[in-house]
């Protein structure tokens, strides 16, 4: 079986799957104990429960330093995973939240993921340098959509070789960029790179994260892989929907009303 046909038919496989057994509506309450995906709380009783999955981001090119200081003493506070920020701002966070065991991450390749990958390298090892824990880059989309899987990959190994050993790396395949077909391909080809994680969005295209995308990522990856849901994660509601749907990490700049179960307007 070529690649071509063995991606047709995991993608068949999945929808499939999609319409046998779809996410519980949110409000519905959490997935049964035992069942959340490596990495989740195996019994989400209240919005605080989802804290250590949530990476705080902040990525708005006006950030202010002002910003950035509210965004670590939040992270610190409700006890936030991380908190994830343009490169610029790495060696200021980790600075601050040294001791605090909220880790730092950093974006790279951000938000086009259409620079040379020797640019994405020395990025990843400046900001890896200045106190990153973990890093989110953007794959090539068009080098995907232009079927050039080698670029694709190569691209995706000279970010890991940039990284430490204790470096996590997490892949953004921009899903709503991509079809079914060509996200099962993305997330196939950063597990065979080495990466850690696969995230849906930057949160700056058309569309986030959804439901669907979610769990096609994690059919096509398996249970041993993490998968990061960002782009339009405002709710607990949204949250909890994107656990259950198989999202071991979110990203999201509401991360504060998710926790409180407030109501939010913010965008990421």
């Excluded at 035992?34 to 981001?57: M, Q």
């Excluded at 996590?168 to 850690?196: N, P, S």
Aim: with cysteine.
């Amino acid at each position: 079986m070529d690649q071509k046909e063995l991606i047709d038919r995991i993608t068949r496989e999945v929808l499939a799957k999609l319409q046998e057994q779809r996410p519980a509506a949110a409000g519905q309450g959490a997935a049964p104990a035992g069942s959340a995906p490596p990495g989740v709380p195996a019994a989400v009783k209240a919005p605080a429960d989802l804290a250590r999955c949530i990476d705080h981001t902040l990525l708005k090119p006006d950030a202010t330093r002002e910003q950035i200081d509210k965004l670590c003493a939040e992270a610190v506070s409700y006890h936030f995973y991380s908190v994830c920020v343009n490169s610029s701002w790495v060696e200021y966070c980790a600075r601050k939240l040294r001791g605090t065991g909220v880790k730092t991450c950093a974006v790279v390749g951000f938000p086009l993921g259409s620079m040379e990958s020797r640019s994405k390298s020395f990025e990843t090892r400046n900001a890896i340098e200045n106190g990153a824990d973990e890093i989110d880059m953007v794959i090539n989309v068009g080098a995907l959509k232009s079927r050039d899987l080698k670029k694709v990959e190569e691209d995706i190994r000279w970010v890991l070789r940039a990284c430490r050993a204790a470096t996590v790396l997490k892949v953004i395949i921009e899903a709503a960029l991509l079809t079914d077909e060509e996200k099962v391909l993305a997330c196939q080809i950063a597990q065979k790179a080495g990466a850690h994680f696969v995230k849906t969005s930057t949160g700056f295209a058309k569309s986030g994260a959804t439901a669907q995308d979610v769990a096609l990522m994690r059919r096509t990856v398996g249970p041993k892989m993490g998968v990061k849901a960002a782009g339009g994660v405002r709710t607990y509601e949204d949250a909890l929907l994107m656990i259950q749907s198989g999202a071991t990490r979110l990203g999201t700049s509401a991360s504060v009303a998710i926790v409180t179960g407030q109501k939010t307007q913010d965008s990421y």
